[in-house]
Every structure is written in structure tokens, then in C-alpha cells.
């Protein structure tokens, strides 16, 4: 039992600081503003559901896949740098929308799996971090030894999932509170800091490349 609550924390553990479901309830919020209350509900709940098996996806198979295709973790994660970079400086200067632009919501909707899902919340970064907890399991235990393994990681899988979930139903409540120049400064904040993620994650990989090149 203490391989399954072991790994289930080595796992939210990981993937939370790169997840970063805080940091990332307001620039869901800020894409999701011309929707109702419903349908952000709903989006929310897509963007977990794609979330799980994105992240299930990446620690079982990310390392068999990149491996088929003869890709390295490195070219991953500057290639996955430069998407949430590219985001990032896209949020950072989009324009404020009007007051009473809520007319506008039905044609306005995003879309749950990109944006939202991918880069905003498992962006290349989380999924580079499940491929190396996937590809750091023990490869030479018994059956049930293995099962707890698994099944602590899809448990941290499921932990951090809901805690999206949570965090963006409940982003509302929050800029409610922070009113509207509290919540642009928090959305222009958390677009910054994803600016600089995507480019620390280019750099990494690109230190790693060059690094295994020489």
C-alpha cells in the first residue's frame, strides 16, 4: 500500500507546479467570458475529461511513441516550448473585451481540447514531465507490485484533474472579487508567467539537445 500512496503523490507532486490549475483559472476564465455559467460548466468538465487521458496517454505509451517515431524529449520540449510561448505572448496581448459583450457568446465559445485542454492546461510541459514519470518505472517487479504502481498513478492522474476542475468552476467567485482591474492584472500576470514557462521549457530542451549533441 505505501508503493500506491508513494506514487500517487510522486505524481501530483510532479505534475502540479506544471499543471499550475491556480495560476491558469483565470485565463480560463478570461477565454470562457462570453459564455454562460452552463457552458463553462460544461467546458470545464471536457477540458478534465481531456486532461485525464492526455496525461494517462503521455506516462503509458509517451515514451513507446516517441521511441516509434525516433523523437527525443528534448525536441519535445522545444517544440512544446515554443506552442505555450506563442500562447503565452498571444494572451498577454490580446485586447480586453468590452463591457456588454456577452451578445457575442454564442460565437465565441472555445474550443475545450485547444485552447483550453492544450497548451493552456496540459501544455508540453506536463506532458513531458508524465513521459519521464512513465519512463522511470521499475521494469523488473512482480505482477501486483506493478498494479499498485499503476494504479497510484492514475490515481495523482485523477487527484490533479479534479483539481482543475475545482479551480477553474470556482475562478468566478475569485475575480468577482478581484473585480475587473484586479482580474485584468491577475490574467496579464498569468500570461507572463506562461510566456516565461514556454521559453524556460525551449530552453531545457535545447540545453539538453546541444548537451547530448557534444
Not at 517515431?69 to 490580446?94: D, E, H
Not at 497548451?119 to 506493478?146: E, M, Y
Request: with cysteine; proline share 6%.
Amino acid at each position: 500500500m505505501n508503493a500506491f500512496v508513494d506514487t500517487l503523490l510522486l505524481v501530483y507532486g510532479g505534475l502540479f507546479p506544471i499543471v499550475n490549475p491556480i495560476g491558469s483559472a483565470p485565463l480560463f476564465l478570461g477565454l470562457t467570458q462570453f459564455c454562460t455559467d452552463k457552458q463553462r460548466n460544461t467546458l470545464a468538465r471536457s477540458v478534465v475529461i481531456n486532461s485525464f487521458f492526455l496525461l494517462l496517454g503521455a506516462m503509458f505509451m509517451g515514451s513507446h511513441v516517441l521511441e516509434f517515431f525516433g523523437i527525443s524529449l528534448p525536441v519535445v520540449r522545444i517544440g512544446g516550448g515554443m506552442v505555450v510561448t506563442a500562447f503565452g505572448w498571444k494572451l498577454l496581448n490580446s485586447d480586453t473585451p468590452p463591457e456588454g459583450a456577452n451578445a457575442k457568446a454564442d460565437s465565441t465559445i472555445p474550443d475545450a481540447f485547444y485552447p483550453l485542454t492544450m497548451p493552456l492546461t496540459v501544455g508540453p510541459g506536463s506532458i513531458s514531465v508524465a513521459i519521464s514519470l512513465g519512463s522511470a518505472r521499475p521494469k523488473s517487479l512482480n505482477f501486483d507490485h506493478l498494479t499498485l504502481l499503476a494504479g497510484g498513478a492514475v490515481a495523482g492522474i485523477v487527484l490533479i484533474v479534479m483539481t482543475v476542475y475545482l479551480c477553474y468552476r470556482f475562478a468566478e467567485p475569485l475575480v468577482r472579487l478581484l473585480g475587473p482591474v484586479g482580474t485584468n492584472v491577475l490574467m496579464r500576470l498569468s500570461a507572463f508567467i506562461m510566456l516565461c514557462i514556454g521559453i524556460q521549457i525551449l530552453w531545457s530542451g535545447w540545453g539538453e539537445l546541444t548537451g547530448a549533441a557534444h
